[in-house]
C-alpha cells in the first residue's frame, strides 16, 4: 500500500473503481462498446476497446493503492479522459450539470487531480537549502 494514501487518493480510487465495476455489472461497458464506439467508427473493435478502457480504469485504482505504475496508468488514463472530452463531452459544453449537461468539467477536475497526484509540487516554489520561504504575510511555506 502506498505511504501517501491521501483524500484525494481515496476520492480518486472510490470514482474510477465504482464508474468501472457499475459498467462491468448493469452492461453498461457492452453498451458503449457496441451502441457508441462501434456506431462512430471502432466496429470491429468498439467492445473490446470499452473492456479496456473499464480495466484501465480498475488498474489505475489499483495503482493509486500500491504506488505501482503509477505514472503509466495515470498517462494511459488521461489519454481515454481526453479522447473522452473530444468524443463526447466537448459538445455538451463545460457543465455536467447546472449550467448544461454531460459537459467537460468532470474529466478536466480528474486530469488535474491525477496530475497532482504523480506531480504534486509542480507549482510549488522551490525551498532553497534548508530555509523556508517566507511570504510578506509571515506566513512559512
Known sequence: MTKNLSFLRIALIVIFLVHSLVGIFNNGINNFGNLYLNQVGFAPLGLPLAWAIKLSHVALAISLFTDKYLKAATFITIFILIAGIFMIHIKEGWFVVGGGRNGVEFNVLLIMAL?????????????????????RMGESF
Open 115 to 135: 496530475l497532482t497526484i504523480i506531480y504534486p509540487n509542480a507549482l510549488s516554489k522551490k525551498i532553497h537549502g534548508n530555509r523556508k520561504i517566507q511570504s
